[in-house]
């Protein structure tokens, strides 16, 4: 069952107490601002319940490359994961023709964390294959 945590006019927060998994579901395209307050909240959230696993929905935002994947991905979620003190398990959702723009883009290939590094995100078109990689990541953990 879901617990929904918070909403607004662009992003809805929900938890999994189950599986422990947060969701944070965009619901349209945002500007920079929006986009900030949207990973803070899920911020605030992932504390709040020491979640660590993370399902972002962004296949509503037609405009992501216009605000922010990189300051999320470089600033962001690292900061995230160094105040939790442990691995940090991010599993994007996005429109096809946006992932293919990112494996295109040799720029974002050099962001990509390492294999064993503590703040892990990965990319998908597919939601049971984004939950299917943090159920491994979270197996990993135990």
Same mark, same amino acid.
């Given at each position: ?8 006019a662009?992003? #809805? ?18 500007n ?20 660590? #696993? ?38 994007f959702?996005?429109?096809?023709? #946006? ?37 491994e990541?979270r197996?990993?953990?135990?």
């Amino acid at each position: 069952m879901y617990q929904d945590l918070a909403s607004t006019a662009f992003l #809805h927060v929900a938890f999994r107490p189950d599986s422990c998994l947060l969701i944070g579901r965009w619901l349209c395209s945002i500007n920079e601002a929006q986009l900030r307050e949207g990973y803070q909240t899920m911020r605030r959230a992932a504390q709040q319940h020491e979640c660590r #696993h993370w399902l972002m929905d962004a296949r509503r935002r037609t405009d992501r490359r216009q605000n922010g994947p990189e300051w999320v991905v470089t600033n962001f979620l690292p900061q995230v994961q160094q105040e939790m003190g442990a691995p940090l398990y991010v599993a994007f959702l996005v429109l096809p023709n #946006h992932l293919r723009e990112v494996e295109a883009d040799p720029e974002m290939a050099e962001k990509e964390p390492s294999p064993n590094a503590s703040f892990q995100y990965a990319r998908f078109i597919d939601e049971g294959a984004a939950n299917a990689w943090l159920d491994e990541k979270r197996r990993g953990d135990k």
